[in-house]
């Protein structure tokens, strides 16, 4: 049996979704090699730390992985 999603996993995927198609988009316009998506990376953790998540750039030993929380008030 599945799991119930939570009011805040509703929330995440309603804000994924208003974003995704956007950022996709801009990410498409300039492909990047595996392992070497430097300009994906600053998009995507740009736009987080505009939008309040604390941001750890270039996370567990990747220079193109981040991990992205949100603290509500």
Same mark, same amino acid.
């Given at each position: 049996? #599945?799991?119930?999603k939570t009011?805040? $996993?509703k929330?995440v995927?309603?804000?994924?979704?208003?974003i995704?198609?956007?950022l996709r988009?801009l990410?498409?316009a300039?492909?990047?090699? $595996?392992l070497e998506e *430097?300009?994906a *990376?600053n998009?995507? $953790?740009? =736009?987080l730390?505009?939008?309040?998540?604390?941001? $750890?750039?270039? #996370? =567990?030993?990747?220079?193109?992985?981040?991990? #992205?929380?949100y603290?509500?008030e």
């Open positions: 049996m #599945a799991a119930q009011e805040f $996993t929330i995927e309603n804000f994924i979704a208003a995704s198609d956007d988009e990410i498409h300039k492909p990047e090699i $595996t *430097h300009f *990376h998009l995507l $953790t740009d =736009y730390e505009k939008k309040r998540f604390k941001v $750890t750039r270039k #996370a =567990y030993g990747l220079n193109t992985a981040f991990r #992205a929380e603290e509500s």
